[in-house]
């Protein structure tokens, strides 16, 4: 059974407020989300687990679509 073509979707972050003094799994899914400083941007595709991940630290930071 073939895969799924995924669109070309991609999500800009951006983390804008630091994971100190949150709580350990937070500051792991920052660290697993490619973020390692302050105002770093990366892009990622659009997929549910990221979606679930985004949502876990939403206050930490910038989403753009």
Known sequence: M???E??????RV??????I???KDQ???VFALGLRRMHQ??????TPALRG????VIH???IEE
């Open 27 to 29: 500051k792991e899914t």
């Open 6 to 11: 995924i669109t070309g979707k991609t999500i």
């Open 21 to 23: 003094g949150y709580t």
């Open 60 to 62: 930490l930071l910038k």
């Open 41 to 46: 941007t990366i892009e990622h595709k659009d």
């Open 14 to 19: 951006t983390l804008v407020r630091s994971p």
């Open 2 to 4: 073939p895969k799924k």
């Open 53 to 56: 991940m985004l949502n876990k």
